[in-house]
């Protein structure tokens, strides 16, 4: 048997030693081989067939290098959507799982020189989402395929027949409403019928007709007496018939045609009341069921500007900067834009706080009775926390609120 046969040990030895992963800088892609030892890289950079090849590489060599460079992201992203499609994980795990390939494009034939500038180009590209973390970069990939696209139309499909559904809603009871309000004004009673003036007591009841002025008086002084007693009679009759008028209590329908306008007037207010009351205590109910269904624990949305209140961020001086939600995920995590330098943070809404801008600025309603409505700022009431505004579009367009709190409301871009 020879010295260097394949089933000598000094070959079996050298086989063992070749399964494991050697250092990288010992490696040379042209050629393909791996070198134990910084002795053995030397001796292989001066030989024949690496001599060729690295004719072979001066010829084009932006070419090879961003053919390698290409390999090695597909290979990369390949790894991604197989084994951490749905997933947010650190990148040295996933640059481990692909190396531990013996047969991989090498890191040192490419255009990055470490994993640190790798991570960032996918960021750029927006190929993966990319976080710089106290535990190091993490990355995510993001899934552009056609089937996972098609899912999201439908999901988006089913997010506006929810919208459409509960505007529908809030349109059957503002119609409920209207409805109520119609029915009360024609249940009030219109006008008011002047009372009857048969009851008015007579205001001369001595010249009224009486059967012993048929009496035809004698000639003599007998006649005229019995003539004054009765005119004296029926004076009498007449004052106290009006003291018995004056002493009485005075009814509706004994004054004047003034006191039965302002009786009229009185009713109709009464009645304007009533119908006012009954239609605030509608509205107010409709109030209360919306506050119960829209008043949710979660309260990110896409499009609003929010401010970053985590401390564990402050060395990388992301810690009371404002940035711009791009995506909500599990209705508690945000994809926040930062402002300033473009960078895409992951954060959870308990390390994040409403931003109120200046006033006559945009807002949307992120909680609470009318959520998701965009509004408009009129004025901020900073003792009690809380601010007026004006919703501008929608169903609810012009409607004022004068007392929602801070947290309820966040500011938009135009």
Not at 97 to 109: F, G, L, Q, T
Not at 193 to 210: A, D, K, L, V
Not at 335 to 354: A, C, G, Y
């Amino acid at each position: 048997m020879g010295k260097n046969d394949f089933l000598t040990p000094k070959a079996i030895a050298n086989r063992i030693k070749a399964k494991g992963l050697q250092k990288l800088r010992w490696y040379c892609q042209m050629c393909q081989k791996q070198c134990r030892d910084e002795n053995g890289f030397k001796c292989h950079c001066m030989s024949e067939s690496h001599q060729r090849q690295m004719q072979v590489f001066g010829q084009n060599p932006t070419r090879v290098v961003d053919g390698y460079s290409e390999e090695f992201e597909n290979a990369f992203l390949d790894l991604m959507r197989r084994s951490h499609r749905f997933s947010r994980i650190a990148a040295t795990v996933v640059y481990n799982e692909y190396i531990s390939d013996r047969h991989h494009v090498h890191m040192n034939s490419t255009q990055w020189a470490t994993l640190t500038e790798f991570v960032k180009y996918l960021g750029r590209t927006g190929k993966c989402k990319v976080e710089d973390t106290p535990k190091g970069w993490f990355i995510t990939y993001i899934d552009r395929d056609s089937e996972t696209l098609f899912k999201d139309r439908l999901k988006n499909k089913r997010l506006r027949a929810d919208l459409a559904d509960e505007e529908r809603q809030e349109r059957a009871i503002a119609l409920q409403i209207e409805r109520a309000t119609s029915l009360l004004h024609s249940s009030s009673p219109s006008s008011e019928e002047p009372p009857s003036s048969s009851s008015n007591p007579p205001e001369n009841r001595g010249s009224s007709s009486n059967p012993d002025s048929n009496v035809q008086p004698d000639n003599g002084s007998g006649g005229k007496i019995a003539f004054s007693l009765q005119s004296a009679s029926a004076a009498s009759k007449s004052n106290l018939a009006n003291e018995t008028t004056s002493k009485a209590p005075k009814l509706g329908f004994d004054e004047g045609p003034e006191s039965e306008k302002n009786l009229a007037t009185s009713k109709k207010s009464k009645a304007a009341s009533d119908r006012g009351g009954a239609l605030d205590e509608l509205m107010r109910e409709e109030e209360k069921a919306k506050e119960r269904s829209n008043r949710k624990d979660y309260w990110l949305c896409e499009g609003i500007v929010v401010k970053v209140m985590s401390k564990t961020l402050a060395d990388k001086g992301y810690y009371k900067q404002k940035g711009l939600v791009k995506r909500v995920i599990d209705k508690y995590v945000g994809e926040i834009e930062m402002l300033e330098s473009k960078h895409l943070l992951r954060v959870d809404q308990e390390e994040l706080e409403t931003v109120i801008p200046q006033i006559g600025g945009l807002v949307r309603i992120v909680n609470g009775a009318y959520r998701g409505s965009d509004a408009r700022l009129l004025s901020v009431d900073t003792e009690n926390y809380c601010a007026k505004v004006q919703i501008e579009k929608g169903i609810y367009d012009g409607r004022v609120l004068k007392a929602i709190e801070y947290e309820d409301i966040c500011k938009i871009l135009h």
